[in-house]
């Protein structure tokens, strides 16, 4: 079978990914499973850059075709943040639910209790010749306080969905896993993927 390393130690994403892969029938692999893989630091000025920085960089170091990806929050009245540093908003010292407050914090300072928003994704596969499929897509939402559901992971629990009046983290997984940003990046690369089902061949 082959094989595809995802380029994340982040368990909720391994999950999510893994599920959203499951079409491509590919043994799904983690940074765990590959004790040479480097820290790669998220330098780069887009989604894109990062989500490519990450991909190739395993993919070497694998010598396995890999998966990567870079998302983020956008809050219209934050001017975009927190955007490219979503992951590490607000310092290092702050965990999921810090972040989330640190959002709804900001936007109590600019006056206001929500804010039109999206999450972005950028979605990289990269293969160790240097190859690579991009995709990119975003989930248009709001954000608000105060946080809502149990499901998810970091900013899920203030982005609500217009559609189903419902935060992220309190959607089920398979209607998440059918609208959100990561999905949606990652249907657009399965339909690349499926027009050649030998490229994830290394």
């Known amino acids: ?23 491509l029938r ?12 480097p ?11 990062n989500a490519r920085l990450k991909a190739h960089l395993v ?22 943040e927190p955007g490219v540093y979503s992951a590490r908003y607000g310092g290092p010292g702050l965990d ?10 900001r936007l109590t300072a600019r006056g206001v209790e929500s804010s039109p ?26 954000v608000h306080g105060p946080p809502r559901g149990g499901n998810g992971f970091g900013y899920d629990p203030i982005f609500e969905d217009p559609v189903f009046g419902q935060t992220a983290a ?9 609208v959100s940003h990561r999905a949606k990046a990652l249907a657009a ?3 690349v993927l499926r027009e050649d089902p030998d490229w994830l061949v290394p």
């Open 170 to 178: 309190e959607l089920g997984e398979a209607v998440k896993n059918r």
């Open 1 to 23: 079978m082959r094989e595809l390393v995802l380029a994340t130690r982040n368990r909720g994403k391994v999950r999510e990914l893994s599920a959203l892969v499951a079409e």
């Open 117 to 142: 928003a999206r999450f972005r994704c950028a979605v990289v596969v990269a293969r160790p010749d240097g190859n690579e499929v991009a995709c990119e897509a975003r989930w248009e939402g709001i």
């Open 26 to 37: 590919v043994k799904v692999l983690s940074l765990d499973d590959v004790p040479s893989a």
């Open 59 to 80: 993919a070497q170091a694998a010598g396995l075709p890999a998966l990567a990806d870079d998302s983020g929050l956008e809050a219209d009245a934050l001017d975009g």
């Open 189 to 191: 690369l399965a339909l």
């Open 96 to 105: 999921d639910a810090g972040r989330c407050a640190l959002v709804l914090e």
């Open 39 to 49: 820290e790669v630091e998220e330098t780069g000025p887009t989604f894109l850059d």
